[in-house]
């Protein structure tokens, strides 16, 4: 979910910033409310180190920031989370977004198309379009990305177990549209792994899963130059209650055991690397997670260079998107999570993230409303446009608590690397349940803490208004039961209405190729144009795959 493009500028525009909101070439200079002016890196004489020093930004291993200008050559990208319903309610929830100023999208599936189930399928009651949108044919995205320009537009996908399908069905829609499939810029999440430790949105075995991400990578590596085709995530490492050392070393283990497996099929370090993304969650320890993302571009770029031998630059950098903590937002007293998530933001902006998305005061309750939402996104403008936060690089660098954090949580996460390594690397550590048992070590501790209350939770164990009301069913949006009727009767009418000679011989085709070594994405393409669902080709697959069973570890 990282974004794709590099901040631009040189050392002599550093503290001037093209004036936003037009396409005028005049020039802002970067001074305080009260006019003192502002270098654009403190301390200013590491802007006069020839050659470029360590301490740099965009400059391995890019401590600072993975860009020499960072906000002053263009603002993160605003990129908040929707998905609901059917596709044509997502769809206009895009455009209030895009019209409220959003930079960029961010799909949500629902939970039977992350596992590859149908709206019509038995395992699929309860759920369809409830904490996503319900996608089951080429109709559906074409209906979820009506009146989006492809060419202009990056998208981001929180898809993983049926990424390879999901990726197809958006090139489907814009090789129907004449976008050429080289323009399409976004970010497909593909970390399967992290679904077997965290989440729990896997349909096949970890291996066959692990073959299917590489596909992605190989396919977008060759075809699709402007797209990120992996966003290697500790996001839900963090949700299920790991600690920020553990989020960082779990993350970058499980991206080591992508680039081997990329590796291992052929592909040169330096022809995938570039475009491996991650995504990261801001929690609530503010300078402990400013730290964090400082010291995992750091490492990053150490793994990559002295690991892997990569000898590209942009192989080095770790470009990531962050989003503000979930697990950290409370249905008492909902107001108060506008100021957590807040913070949550600056925290992401000071630690240099390239894209944000900024969690709704509501998502406690239910979905967020599209006021909640509004004020979600406005709470990023206003970090950006009003705080100051974006006219200086990095500039918390140098401050010695900064600095000894950055440096402490880079030690222990490279030596909890080097523990996951002596296991025989992260698909192993899944294996025998290592994540999982460290992950709920240290969320059963935190719970401990908040329980007893050494840990405060504002307005949960202290600060607790008493009488206070709770959320009444009124202030919480909900998906109309009837959804899933409508999304069944539309998938039987996508099946009855196609060619069902085509649609049977692309299924035969892809159960051969996935019993080979082919790289799927063609067969899956060829089967979504052919109007085959979701569904029908995740039967497929695991008809070939198997299914995983995940196994006790406690």
């Known amino acids: 979910m990282a974004d794709e493009r590099r901040g631009g500028g040189t050392w002599e525009d550093l503290v001037y910033r093209p004036a936003l909101g037009g396409k005028a070439a005049r020039k802002a200079a970067f001074t305080t409310l009260s006019g003192l002016p502002l270098a654009p890196l403190y301390p200013e004489e590491a802007m006069r180190s020839a050659p470029p020093a360590d301490g740099l930004p965009g400059v391995y291993p890019f401590t600072r920031g993975v860009y020499a200008t960072m906000y002053r050559g263009r603002l993160w990208t605003m990129r908040q989370y929707a998905g609901f319903g059917s596709a044509e309610e997502t769809n206009r929830r895009f455009r209030y977004l895009l019209e409220a100023g959003q930079s960029g999208l961010s799909v949500a599936f629902d939970l039977p198309t992350q596992i590859g189930y149908d709206p019509d399928h038995a395992l699929s009651e ?27 537009i990056s998208t981001s996908m929180t898809i993983n177990s049926t990424a390879i399908v999901l990726l197809a069905l958006y090139v489907a829609v814009a090789k129907r549209r004449g976008v050429p499939i080289a323009k399409l810029a976004g970010t497909l999440q593909n970390d399967i792994l ?38 290697i995530s500790g996001y839900h490492v963090r949700e299920a209650g790991s600690t920020a050392v553990q989020e960082v070393a779990f993350t970058l283990a499980n991206g080591i055991a992508y680039v081997e497996a990329t590796r291992a099929r052929g592909l040169d370090v330096d022809v995938f690397a570039p475009r491996l993304s991650f995504f990261f ?20 770029a150490r793994i990559m260079r002295e690991r892997f031998g990569a000898k590209d630059e942009e192989s080095w950098r770790l470009r ?22 807040t913070m949550q933001a600056l925290a992401a902006v000071l630690g240099g993230t390239q894209s944000l998305h900024t969690n709704s005061r509501d998502e406690a309750l239910g979905l967020p409303t599209a006021e909640a939402a509004r004020l979600a996104l406005r709470t990023q403008q206003v970090i950006a446009h009003e705080s100051g936060a974006a006219d200086v690089i990095d500039p918390l660098g140098g401050a010695p608590f900064v600095e000894s954090l950055t440096d402490s949580l880079e030690r222990l996460a490279a030596d909890e690397i080097r523990k996951i390594d002596a296991q025989g690397g992260a698909v192993t550590a899944l294996r025998t349940g290592y994540y999982q048992r460290e992950i709920h070590r240290s969320a059963y501790a935190y719970q401990k803490a908040v329980e007893s209350g050494e840990r405060v939770v504002v307005g949960v164990n202290r600060f607790v208004e008493a009488g206070s009301a709770p959320a009444t069913a009124s202030d919480v949006f909900r998906v109309d039961p009837a959804v899933r009727l409508a999304r069944a009767a539309e998938v039987d009418a996508v099946r009855r209405g196609r060619d069902s000679a085509r649609a049977t011989g692309a299924l035969d085709r892809l159960r051969v190729a ?18 085959v669902t979701v569904g029908e080709i995740c039967a497929a697959l695991e008809a070939v795959f198997g299914a ?3 196994p006790s570890f406690f």
Not at 284 to 298: G, L, N, P, T, Y
Request: glycine fraction near 4%; include cysteine.
């Open 126 to 152: 309860g759920e369809v379009g409830k904490v996503g949108v319900s996608i089951a044919s080429i109709h559906d995205m074409e209906k979820l990305l009506a009146d989006i320009p492809l060419d202009r």
């Open 194 to 231: 992290k679904e077997y430790a965290a989440r729990g949105t896997y349909r096949f075995p970890v291996e066959p899963s692990l073959r299917l991400v590489t596909d992605v990578i190989a396919y977008c590596a060759a075809e699709m130059p402007a797209w990120n085709p992996i966003s």
């Open 281 to 300: 969650n801001a929690h609530s320890d503010f300078f402990e997670e400013i730290a964090k993302f400082r010291a995992a571009r750091r490492l990053w």
């Open 320 to 341: 990531f998107h962050t989003q503000t903590a979930g697990s950290s937002l409370t249905s008492q007293e909902p107001d108060v999570n506008v100021v957590r998530v």
């Open 514 to 531: 996935a019993a080979s070594s082919d790289n799927l994405v063609p067969h899956v393409l060829e089967c979504v144009e052919c109007e």
């Open 548 to 550: 995983y069973r995940e």
